[in-house]
């Protein structure tokens, strides 16, 4: 409980200095059209993909406690259910769904972080709901249960894309569950691709846990040994690495009561028993990993944030200076010019009157400026546009890795503000701007670092006397 408070307030913390600080920065010039804090601010979420009849909505009904997902041989399911916590009703008298929502209401209901998900369509949000449940379990983070894959060819139709769907959900998990059965382990590449596309290399591998579940249907230990050795090599082929990513064995006890005979039970069995609570345990952890995640993620968009504002300076700066020379040489050549006519009217006209002298070649340098500021300086200022996009990579030093890494992140995106150039900004707010996020990426993420990792070596009664300083006032 003390635990629990610490993490929410720091979880807070975090969603805070991003809307407050890095979001307005964000699309004020660009770097995201949506709010950065939507993917985040919502509590800790649990993905669970994998095939069909691969076991998802059972294991899940049994970390809840009751039947609440419906299962079943063959495809049974085809929508995504968020299921959270809801304690209106007491545990006491069953767990059971308090409330559901469907998923029109998702989509727009801004306390969810789904509205990002809209672009999938009608068919997509028919696809979607919430079930409010009393189940403990989910007291700090919620599970998304989904339509089990199917062939690719069957997959086109679902009229909506069923990978990208899945791909947006999981940059928003804390903890993406693959579950394999021992039939159908290599349906899952293109998920796991597109899973692997959204996620940032940072947090991906410690998000993903793979499972390998319905042992029980292995016969014989041999068997067991067979089918994980096929799977080792399926994702060693999938994952394209030659490390095999850990994989937990488990399997459904509920399932298996209901459809075998106990004596039929193979015996390694009770062996793995152990992995499921291995298993439960680690979803349990995700709201301390997701803390993790958060910070990462504040610290990964900070620092993009910082470089994606100093290219944008720096062009600005570079265009300001390029301008106002231009502007001089436009505005010596309008001098020249006014006098060269002053000249021809003495010469010529026999002008003498200093004062008349003196108003034509104003005139004559004031058109001339005219027509330099209307027609060569805007072209020579498309010029330079152009020109210096051409080489947008020496815009900014990219001196380490990091900062390679962060400008290919940007390069796009920096490109394009540019092009289009609509930003209603100031130099002077830029470095207003770059200034405050400078702060956020030295001050601010290096307190919260600090608070997580003291948050590690913090004792029950430490909590305690946290929560008695800081909730109380
Ligand atoms: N023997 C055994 N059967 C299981 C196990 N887990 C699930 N089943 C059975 O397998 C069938 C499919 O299980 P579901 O939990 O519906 O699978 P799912 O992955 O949610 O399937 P979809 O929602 O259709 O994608 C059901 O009939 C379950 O009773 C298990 O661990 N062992
Ligand atoms: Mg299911």
Redesign the pocket.
């Known amino acids: 409980m003390h635990r629990d408070n610490y993490m929410n307030a720091l979880r807070e913390d975090i969603v805070e200095t991003i809307t407050k600080h890095l979001t307005p920065v964000a699309q004020r010039y660009g770097y995201s059209d949506i709010p950065l804090e939507i993917n985040v601010k919502w509590r800790p979420m649990v993905l669970v993909i994998?095939n069909?009849?691969?076991?998802?909505?059972?294991?899940i009904n049994e970390f809840l406690g009751a039947k609440i997902?419906?299962?079943?041989?063959a495809?049974?399911?085809d929508s995504f259910t968020v299921l959270t916590y809801d304690d209106s009703v007491p545990e006491t008298e069953g767990i059971r769904v308090v409330e559901q929502q469907d998923g029109k209401a998702l989509l727009n209901d801004p306390e969810f972080p789904f509205s990002t998900l809209r672009k999938h369509g009608q068919r997509f949000a028919a696809h979607f709901q919430l079930k409010r449940i009393n189940s403990p379990f989910l007291k700090n983070l919620a599970i998304i249960?989904t339509?089990?894959m199917l062939d690719s060819i069957t997959e086109r139709d679902r009229g909506y894309d069923y990978q990208e769907v899945i791909g947006d959900l999981a940059q928003k998990a804390g903890l993406v569950l693959v579950?394999f059965d021992a039939h159908k382990a290599g349906t899952v590449r293109e998920a796991y691709k597109s899973i692997r596309d959204t996620l940032t290399t940072h947090t991906f591998e410690d998000r993903i846990i793979f499972v390998l579940?319905?042992i029980?249907?292995c016969t014989t230990f041999n068997d067991l040994l067979r089918v994980y050795g096929t799977l080792c090599w399926n994702l060693s082929q999938i994952t394209g690495r030659k490390d095999i990513p850990m994989i937990r064995m488990t399997?459904?006890s509920n399932?298996?009561a209901?459809?075998?005979n106990s004596a039929l039970e193979p015996p390694f069995l009770p062996l793995l028993e152990n992995q499921r609570e291995d298993l439960k345990q680690t979803i349990l952890q995700t709201p301390l990993r997701r803390l993790d995640h958060l910070a990462s993620y504040l610290e990964i968009h900070g620092d993009r944030l910082a470089h994606y504002i100093e290219a944008i300076q720096t062009f600005g700066l570079e265009f300001r200076s390029f301008r106002i020379q231009k502007m001089f040489i436009g505005f010596l050549i309008s001098l020249l010019g006014g006098g060269l006519i002053a000249l021809i009217m003495m010469t010529l006209a026999a002008m003498a009157d200093p004062t008349a002298l003196l108003s034509v070649g104003g005139i004559g340098a004031s058109l001339i400026m005219i027509l330099w500021l209307a027609f060569f300086q805007k072209k020579l200022e498309l010029k330079f546009r152009a020109t210096r996009l051409e080489n947008i990579d020496t815009l900014t030093p990219v001196t380490d890795q990091t900062r390679k890494d962060s400008w290919g992140a940007i390069r796009d995106l920096v490109y394009q503000h540019l092009k289009k150039n609509k930003g209603d900004y100031t130099l002077y707010d830029i470095k207003i701007d770059r200034f405050d996020i400078r702060q956020v990426n030295e001050i601010t993420t290096q307190k919260i670092r600090e608070a997580l990792s003291e948050f590690r070596g913090m004792s029950e009664e430490d909590l305690k006397e946290w929560g008695k300083d800081n909730l109380t006032r």
């Open positions: 994998g069909y009849s691969s076991g998802k909505s059972s294991l997902q419906d299962t079943g041989q495809p049974t399911d249960d339509p089990g579950l579940n319905r029980d249907e399997y459904s399932a298996v209901s459809t075998k």
